[in-house]
């Protein structure tokens, strides 16, 4: 898709609210241009839920785990010539199983739509299947698909939609899920608030606090960005009253009004 860059001036009153873009310049000439800056948009996709992501994720971790011995046994021609018969295992990964899920939704992608022929002059028509990436799919399109996938991953293993989320998220609060990709291996975990010496004797009932804490796989926590909090911005968050002797001197001098409650429970 061809995209426009327009240069603006960017207010105050504009930053967080929707704008339109003329990418045709006839459109704007009654506009006053503006000093800077270059915009650049992705269309057709909104906000998805990184939380919804990762509880579907670990949903298919349940059904990798209790289908993943299953195959199916496909039959090709060898270097040789002659006819061979191969187990191919279709539920033993997240990814296998993410495409299977798919399939038994019906997210296909109809414009793919192609005839392949094998060595042995057989045609099938193949279809690609749909994408529910963060970014390719907007968010309602991917409620619509989760809610047809939860069941789906439910019959499978023969439990109910509600028992499958109560099992996953359980899961998810014993072990450690990627924050972006739902991945359960190579987890680090990550302190929104350095857990560095000082913060620890000044907060010790809250530095280890889950909400305090973040799960990254390797690969993410090196190619995202990685959430880091203040130490006020900890606070905030628990409603505590901070405890260094630099914010408590803004406090003292009233650059901090009082957020926090009388007293707090970890």
């Known amino acids: 898709m061809e995209t426009a860059v327009v240069k603006v001036k960017i207010t105050q009153a504009m930053v967080g609210q929707p704008c339109l873009i003329f990418p045709v310049p006839e459109n704007y000439n009654a506009f006053e241009w503006g000093e800077y800056s270059a915009i ?20 298919l971790g349940l059904v990798v785990e209790h289908k993943q011995d299953e195959f199916v046994m496909i039959s090709r021609i060898n270097e040789s010539g002659a006819d ?35 060595k042995r002059g057989n045609s099938r028509l193949y279809f690609e299947l749909d994408s529910v990436s963060f970014s390719k799919s907007r968010q309602k399109k991917v409620n619509e698909y989760y809610d047809k996938a939860f069941v789906k991953m439910a019959e499978l293993l023969g439990i109910t939609v509600e028992e499958l989320i109560a099992e996953a998220q359980s899961r998810m609060k014993a072990r450690g899920i990627c924050k972006f990709c739902g991945s359960t291996e190579k987890i680090t975990r990550h302190h929104k608030l350095s857990q560095t010496k000082l913060f620890r004797e000044l907060y010790p009932e809250f530095i280890d606090h889950p909400d305090n804490i973040i799960y990254y796989c390797i690969n993410c926590h090196e190619n995202k960005s990685i959430i880091n909090w203040t130490e006020l911005e900890f606070c905030h968050h628990f409603k505590i009253k901070p405890r260094s002797t630099e914010l408590l001197q803004k406090i003292a001098d009233g650059k901090i009004k009082p957020f926090w409650k009388e007293e707090s429970v970890a």
């Open 84 to 118: 061979e018969e191969i187990k191919y295992f279709t539920w033993d990964t997240k990814d296998k199983a993410h495409s299977q899920v798919r399939w038994l939704c019906g997210y296909i992608d109809r414009n793919s739509a192609v005839y392949v022929t094998d």
């Open 40 to 59: 650049k948009t992705l269309p057709g996709v909104d906000q998805r839920s990184i939380e919804q992501n990762n509880l579907y994720f670990a949903c």
